[in-house]
Structures are given as structure tokens and as C-alpha cells.
């Protein structure tokens, strides 16, 4: 790999182990001691432009959502000018940072994943505890472990795409630089992963290019904290620029600047087909064609064939469906059961139900904690008074919500007699799922079903202890998911091991965590070297 004067490997990535929190263990007793430290106290969080603290009059408070009467502290709402303001310092840092060696832009990544490891362990994970409604466990394989598996494997990725480089013929010299993109790019995260929200700026940041991150309101309390990572790993100002706008606010200054290079996006399909729109109406104000990648919503599904293990098949929809409260967006929401095993299946998923604990974070004990905000509350909770109403279809489990004291909604199990109804199709985002039995012998007609019945394509997983069946299921359900598991649940995917991203309104499918993401930050510019040029317009062909 080139540098001025050597060529340098990076350490080889490998995942970070995954901290149990059991009780007595150690990590578990500093977790909570965070948990109530950070709750002790009520932050002011800022936006940060060009490397400043900026702090506006307009302060939104930051709830836990399991908790409302508790304020963790607030944040500063931004305006346009802030916006405008951002993508002037991003402008102004670019030179320098596309300038800087690309082993300087690595260690600053890898010291970000060597902090989050350490010391910033639990201060990311209660963050994203307390500010995103998530268990010890949840935290730990999103907050920490998956945000330092992205900065390290994307390090190594990084260092891959430099490497590959066309063949010269002889005589010449064929290069290749991966030139970072011309203007500035703009990242646009969710909230349901703390991981997913500092990979979309850091990666792109990571090949050369620099940053407008907009975080969702209800992650800004992590966002925070990733900052303050990316601050002491070494990331000059201006690189990535953290405003707090509304999407719209953001989007009406941003889509119109000449210099829009590109969006990193992920969240709900509405949002990034919206945004398509309008980048394509506005195509002739840009210097560049934008790049535009975004990971969307999903239906996601797991078909259980008459040879499934009925535990196995529990296990993976109590997992699948109710972990993180279904705000996965590869969270299982409709399920298609053979009816042989239906009966065994339904009486464990009905124990492992009544098992869950729900409520606070700081209580280990729960498995099930709030709904993210209001608005999702009040949505799941009308998908399930509809289906108390509809025909044909019958709440096994759940059914209640509260929103008393935080965003609670019972993890619910719909049964439908019709694979089309609503609850079958529509992405909710939360702990309710559907679940259609089916005829053992219509085992090829119900994948067909699977494959049709939704918009999206992003995860979905078939069990069976028959492989003929799952090879059908394999071949039938090419295009019906990006990423596609055999005998597991539909979530879960690792960085390094199983690259994320679906297809249809699912999204681009530029598969995070992986090279073929960051190969959208990049544009190529090819170099041919010829060391002894002709000196005669004449070929030999044209002798006489
Ligand atoms: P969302 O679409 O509501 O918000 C995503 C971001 O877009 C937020 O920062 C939000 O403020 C912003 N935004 C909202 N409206 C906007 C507008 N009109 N203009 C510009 N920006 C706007 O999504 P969410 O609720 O934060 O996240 C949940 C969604 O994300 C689900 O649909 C889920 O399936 C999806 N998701 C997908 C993946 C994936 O990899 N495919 C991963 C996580 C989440």
C-alpha cells in the first residue's frame, strides 16, 4: 500500500467479542454505575460545525422513552443557517483532509474503534440505553461491537480498494487512485441503530470525503457521544459536521447546494423515495451526479417448513420478532407456518411470551422495553386495534400498550386466515407479528406467496431439517431478500460476516460493511504511463 516511503498493511480486523453482562460480572456492575451516573446529570448537548460547539436558544428535550418523567437533558434545535454553515466548513476542511495519507485517515478510525472498545464502552452503550430504549445486550452488539466492527473492517476494506490496480501491457504503467468525491456528502441516519447512525458519516469520511450528518431527534444522546469518540480519535474539524434540523430543513438546503455529492442514507423507504424525487428534479443544479445510497424499510419473513424443530422456530420468532422491540429493521413481522408443527410451535412461542420482562433498562431482568417515541407508540397501537376489529383474524398474545409511563407496548402475535392482510404486508416497526398457517402440501405456493406479497426484500430466513426444501426455499426466494438465513433468525447480521443490505424498496443494496459500500465514496481516476512514446503517426500495416 503507497505511502511517501513505505507500504503499510493494516492490523487485520476481527469482530469484537460480545460482553455478556451476566449478573456478578464486573462489566455488568460499571454498566449500571454509568447508567446511574448519566442519570444523575442533564447534559446540554450541542451541534458541532467545523470542529465548534454550536448551542442555540431553541433546547428539545431528550426523554427515555421507557421512563418519561425522566429528562436525561436536551439538545439545541438548528435552523438553516446552521446547515448552510456546515456545508461551508465541511468545503473548507476538504482540501486537507482529501490531501492527508491515507494511513493517517485509518489510524484515526482505528483509534475511534480502540476507544469505543474501551473507554467510551459504557458511556456508548447506557447513551444508547437510555436514550434509544435498548437492554444491556442490545447496546452491546449495536453501540459498541458493531460500531467498532465497522471501523475496523472498513479500515481493511479501505486498504483493499487502494490495492486492486489495473495490469499494464509492456511499456506502460496503469494506475489507479480512488479519488475522494468532488463537494461534500450528506449523511442521513435512524434511530434504531447507534452503529448504523456513525457508519453512514465515518465510512464516508474514511475514503477521503467530508460530512453533513444529520442524526434522527431520538438518537442525538449516542450521536453525541460518537462525536466526542471521532473528536478524541483525532478527526479534524469540519470533516463530519453534526447538525440537529428537521429533515425537511436539512433537505431543502442541502439538495439545492451545487456541490451535493452524495447521500448516505438509512431509514423508512417514504423518506429516501421523497428524497430520490427531489435529488432528480434538482439533477441540473449539481456539479456531480449525486450518489445515492440508501437502506430502507422491510417486511421481513421466516417460512417454517413441516421438517422445522418447532423450538427452533419459536426460538427465532421470540428473538427475531420481539428483540429491540421489533425496531430491527430486519426484525421478523410475518411468519408462515406449516400446520403440522403449528400446534408445538405456537405453545412454546406462547411460554417464551409469557416469560418476558418489560420495562425499565436499568433492570437487567427486562427483555422488552419501550417504543421508540410517541408517534410509533400511536401507530402500532392503531395496527392493533384495527386487528382486534378484523375478521379472519386473532390476537394470540399481547394486544395491550400503555403510554403512561413510557412508550409500552405488549409483544403481540396476530394470526391471520388471509396472507394478505394488512398486518402482512405493511412494515409497522415494532413488537407485533403476523403469523399465516399453511397447508403442509401448498409448501411451494406459499413461497410463492412470501415472495409476493410485499414491496420490500430485505431479510428472511427458512427452517427446515429437509434439504430439498431448503434448497426450493433458496432458489424460490432469490430476489425476496438481500440477506437470506438458513435454519436463524432473520437479524442479527455480523460486519465481516454476513454484508447487510436488500433489494426492491428495500433500498440500493450497497451492503454495509462491506467494500462494495465504500466503493460508492470513491471515483476512480485512472493514470496511463507510457515510459518510451511513439515517435510516428505511421503504422506497419501501412507500409508498402
Ligand atoms: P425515518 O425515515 O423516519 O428517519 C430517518 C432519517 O431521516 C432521520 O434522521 C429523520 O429525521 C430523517 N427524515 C425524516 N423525514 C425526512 C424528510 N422528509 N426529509 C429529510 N429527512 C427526513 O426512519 P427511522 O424511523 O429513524 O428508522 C426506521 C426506519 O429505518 C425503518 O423503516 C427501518 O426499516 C429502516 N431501517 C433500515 C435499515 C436497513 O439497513 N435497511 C436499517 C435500519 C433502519
Redesign the pocket.
Known sequence: MASSFGFFQVPSPENETVRSYAPGSKEREELSLTLQQMQSVKVKIPMVIGGREVFTDEQVRIRQPHKLSHILGSFSRGQEKHVEEAIKEALIAKEAWENMHWENRAAIFLKAAELIAGPYRNKINAATMLGQSKNAYQAEIDAACEMIDFLRYNVHYMTEIYREQPVSSPGTWNRMEQRPLEGFVFA??????TA?AGNLPSSVAMMGNVVVW??????IYSAHVLMEVFREAGLPPGVINLVFV???V??KVIFSHPDFAGIH????????Q??WKTIGENIQLYRSYPRIVG????KDFIVAHGSADPIVVATAISRGAFEFQG????AASRCYIAESIWPQVRERLLQDIAAFQMGHVDDFGNFINAV?DEK?FDKLASYIDQAKQDSGVEIIAGGNYDKSTGYFIEPTVIVTMNPASVTMCE?L?GPVVTIYVYPDDAYEKTLKLVDGTSVYA?TGSIISRDRYAIETATEMLRHAAGNFYVNDKPTGAVVGQQP???ARS??TNDK?GSKLNLMRWVSPRVIKETFVPPRDFRYPFLDK
Do not use: H, M, R
Not at 442514507?265 to 429516501?272: A, D, I, L, P, Y
Open positions: 442521513l441516519t435512524p434511530f434504531n441503530f448504523i444529520k442524526p434522527a431527534d431520538t438518537q428537521s429533515g425537511p436539512a433537505g442514507f438509512t431509514g423508512s423507504t417514504g423518506v429516501f421523497q428524497i437502506e430502507t424499510g422491510g425496531q430491527k429493521c430486519s421508540i410509533s412494515e416497526f430485505l447487510f443490505g436488500g428495500s433500498g454495509a
